[in-house]
Nanobody, 122 residues
Framework: QVQLVESGGGLVQAGGSLRLSCAASGRTLSSYAMGWFRQAPGKEREFVAAASWSGASTYYADSVKGRFTISRDNAKNSVYLQMNSLKPEDTAVYYC???????????????WGQGTQVTVSS
C-alpha cells in the first residue's frame, strides 16, 4: 500500500506560481511512475503530467506544457508539480497518483492522494 498526501495548494492571482508537493508513505515511490491529475467543478478528472520512476521521462497535457514541470525526489519519497504562469482555467483540485507505468489514463493508477485545491483568480 502507498499513501499519498498532497500539499501546496492555495489561492493565487493569474500569472502567479505555485509548487505542489506529494509525499508518500508505506512504500518507496521509486518503484512507481507518478502522475498529477486535476478536476474542476462540473468537469471530469483530467491528466496534467506524469514522470517515469526515475524522473528521466516526463509527459504533459498540451494545456500545461511549457508552464508546469513535474519532478521527483525518490530519496525524499516525494513528487512535485511546479506551476508557473497560472491561468483561471487551471483552477481545480489537484491529485497525485502512483502507477506501474507513466500514462495519461487515470484508470491505470493504483494509488491516489486526497487532493489539494488550487484557485487562480483573474
Amino acid at each position: 500500500q502507498v499513501q499519498l498526501v498532497e500539499s501546496g495548494g492555495g489561492l493565487v492571482q493569474a500569472g502567479g506560481s505555485l509548487r505542489l508537493s506529494c509525499a508518500a508513505s508505506g512504500r518507496t515511490l521509486s518503484s512507481y511512475a507518478m502522475g498529477w491529475f486535476r478536476q474542476a467543478p462540473g468537469k471530469e478528472r483530467e491528466f496534467v503530467a506524469a514522470a517515469s520512476w526515475s524522473g528521466a521521462s516526463t509527459y504533459y497535457a498540451d494545456s500545461v506544457k511549457g508552464r508546469f514541470t513535474i519532478s521527483r525526489d525518490n530519496a525524499k519519497n516525494s513528487v512535485y508539480l511546479q506551476m508557473n504562469s497560472l491561468k483561471p482555467e487551471d483552477t481545480a483540485v489537484y491529485y497525485c497518483a502512483a502507477a506501474r507505468i507513466p500514462t495519461q489514463s487515470d484508470y491505470v493508477y493504483d494509488y491516489w492522494g486526497q487532493g489539494t485545491q488550487v484557485t487562480v483568480s483573474s
